[in-house]
């Protein structure tokens, strides 16, 4: 075991686990002054779920021995046998029990980016048995096929560096699912849905980016060259993404706003992240320059279009910035730079890396859209999906938990 390497895995974890805040932040900001503690809870919920469930089975069903290249084995439930001065093989410099708790944050913060499509509008109850349904159904397999030993997608050569698939295209695609089934929220085609609290979505912007930083450069696995070449990569591509937003609102309303600068600098760290650790320093200008047209168009002009309340844009940041990050990852990895891409990029020449990127996402999004509905499906057993139209109305903080984020404001919402 590498000391050096584990203290920065460690660090890395606790930037990861950060995310998860932050992004109650972020999408506690953007929602209704009336629904901002839903929002908030929704993810502390996850971080609950999370961590028990990574410990009695997740880990076990993502990392163990192989079955069928679709899932893990039991042979770890409840951590068994995973020893703080013993390594595994996934990560051979590393305590066994660092490895654990750097992808239990992973396991912690892709539900929560769910949570952003049905803001508003979905029960408490249900949505924290969705959760714990769907980290089962979905992301436990995905995780294994991506990154566990004998895993299907692994396999096939596809690479995902970070979460691209894994994390946000799982997400994204579920949330859009789960957001159709739900329905839009009640007078959304009418009333005007503001942003309550600016200052609130750039702290959680701020804080995702600071915590992006431990989730692509801490993918490493280690504290060495690769590391800090996808610590620059990711921070070139948000930085990119960031600026080309501003310039769209400028070219669309005349005028930067803080909310399209925040945005612009989360899709651009999820588009490099499936290719952090494989693309040039050059091309993540590229991606992350095009991401930002990319999902603007898809919030601005084709959700309007396909009249589909994704409330906060899960699917268009993480589904669609996903989906091009790992085209992109296939456009332009080398297997100089970290040679578990098998192939080179389309644009040098070879196509298979590019083909096999192209499965890994519609087998990811098969996987997402029929566990998404088996999750619902037996959500409903159990209960009811969303809240009474007087629920709704009244909205979910005072109907779901009892309190109010601002008690003394009397006014309007």
Same mark, same amino acid.
């Given at each position: 075991?590498?000391?050096?390497?584990?203290?920065?895995?460690?660090?890395?974890?606790?930037?990861?686990?950060?995310?998860?805040?932050?992004?109650?932040?972020?999408?506690?900001?953007?929602?209704?002054?009336?629904?901002?503690?839903?929002?908030?809870?929704?993810?502390?919920?996850?971080?609950?779920?999370?961590?028990?469930?990574?410990?009695?089975?997740?880990?076990?069903?993502?990392?163990?021995?192989?079955?069928?290249?679709?899932?893990?084995?039991?042979?770890?439930?409840?951590?068994?046998?995973?020893?703080?001065?013993?390594?595994?093989?996934?990560?051979?410099?590393?305590?066994?029990?660092?490895?654990?708790?750097?992808?239990?944050?992973?396991?912690?913060?892709?539900?929560?980016?769910?949570?952003?499509?049905?803001?508003?509008?979905?029960?408490?109850?249900?949505?924290?048995?969705?959760?714990?349904?769907?980290?089962?159904?979905?992301?436990?397999?995905?995780?294994?096929?991506?990154?566990?030993?004998?895993?299907?997608?692994?396999?096939?050569?596809?690479?995902?560096?970070?979460?691209?698939?894994?994390?946000?295209?799982?997400?994204?695609?579920?949330?859009?699912?789960?957001?159709?089934?739900?329905?839009?929220?009640?007078?959304?085609?009418?009333?005007?849905?503001?942003?309550?609290?600016?200052?609130?979505?750039?702290?959680?912007?701020? $804080?995702?980016? @600071? !915590?992006?930083? %431990?989730?692509?450069?801490?993918?490493?696995?280690? *504290?060495? =060259? #690769?590391? /800090?070449?996808?610590?620059?990569?990711?921070?070139?591509?948000?930085?990119?993404?960031?600026?080309?937003?501003?310039?769209?609102?400028?070219?669309?309303?005349?005028?930067?706003?803080?909310?399209?600068?925040?945005?612009?600098?989360?899709?651009?760290?999820?588009?490099?992240?499936?290719?952090?650790?494989?693309?040039?320093?050059?091309?993540?200008?590229?991606?992350?320059?095009?991401?930002?047209?990319?999902?603007?168009?898809?919030?601005?002009?084709?959700?309007?279009?396909?009249?589909?309340?994704?409330? $906060?844009?899960? @699917? !268009?940041?993480? %589904?669609?910035?996903?989906?091009?990050?790992?085209? *992109?990852? =296939? #456009?332009? /990895?080398?297997?100089?730079?970290?040679?578990?891409?098998?192939?080179?990029?389309?644009?040098?020449?070879?196509?298979?890396?590019?083909?096999?990127?192209?499965?890994?996402?519609?087998?990811?999004?098969?996987?997402?859209?029929?566990?998404?509905?088996?999750?619902?499906?037996?959500?409903?057993?159990?209960?009811?999906?969303?809240?009474?139209?007087?629920?709704?109305?009244?909205?979910?903080?005072?109907?779901?938990?009892?309190?109010?984020?601002?008690?003394?404001?009397?006014?309007?919402?």
């Amino acid at each position: 075991m590498n000391m050096g390497d584990n203290g920065f895995v460690l660090i890395c974890a606790a930037l990861v686990f950060l995310m998860t805040p932050g992004l109650a932040f972020f999408y506690g900001g953007l929602v209704r002054r009336k629904n901002v503690v839903n929002t908030m809870m929704a993810c502390a919920g996850v971080m609950g779920i999370s961590v028990v469930l990574w410990v009695v089975i997740g880990f076990s069903l993502s990392f163990g021995a192989d079955h069928g290249g679709v899932i893990g084995g039991l042979e770890y439930l409840f951590l068994n046998g995973l020893g703080f001065d013993e390594a595994l093989g996934y990560a051979p410099t590393l305590s066994s029990l660092t490895y654990v708790v750097f992808q239990m944050m992973f396991a912690m913060i892709t539900p929560a980016l769910i949570t952003g499509a049905v803001a508003g509008r979905m029960r408490y109850k249900a949505l924290f048995l969705f959760i714990a349904l769907w980290s089962l159904v979905v992301y436990y397999p995905m995780a294994h096929m991506v990154w566990g030993s004998g895993g299907f997608l692994a396999e096939l050569g596809a690479v995902d560096f970070a979460g691209g698939n894994v994390v946000h295209i799982s997400s994204g695609v579920s949330g859009l699912v789960l957001a159709i089934l739900l329905g839009r929220r009640r007078g959304v085609e009418h009333v005007s849905y503001r942003v309550h609290n600016i200052p609130f979505v750039f702290l959680g912007a701020g $804080l995702l980016w @600071f !915590g992006w930083f %431990g989730f692509n450069a801490g993918s490493a696995l280690g *504290a060495n =060259g #690769l590391a /800090a070449h996808a610590f620059l990569t990711s921070a070139l591509a948000s930085g990119t993404a960031l600026l080309v937003w501003m310039l769209l609102d400028v070219a669309k309303d005349g005028k930067p706003t803080l909310v399209g600068a925040s945005t612009g600098l989360v899709v651009g760290l999820v588009a490099i992240t499936p290719g952090a650790g494989f693309v040039p320093v050059w091309s993540a200008i590229i991606i992350g320059g095009l991401v930002s047209p990319i999902c603007y168009f898809t919030m601005n002009f084709l959700k309007k279009k396909l009249k589909i309340d994704d409330a $906060l844009d899960a @699917f !268009g940041c993480h %589904g669609i910035g996903g989906i091009w990050g790992g085209i *992109a990852t =296939g #456009l332009f /990895a080398q297997s100089d730079i970290n040679p578990v891409a098998q192939w080179n990029g389309l644009v040098y020449g070879e196509t298979r890396l590019f083909l096999a990127q192209l499965l890994s996402i519609v087998v990811t999004i098969a996987v997402a859209v029929v566990g998404t509905l088996l999750c619902v499906g037996i959500t409903r057993i159990f209960t009811k999906l969303r809240v009474e139209p007087k629920e709704e109305t009244l909205g979910l903080d005072a109907t779901q938990h009892g309190e109010q984020a601002y008690p003394s404001f009397n006014g309007f919402d």
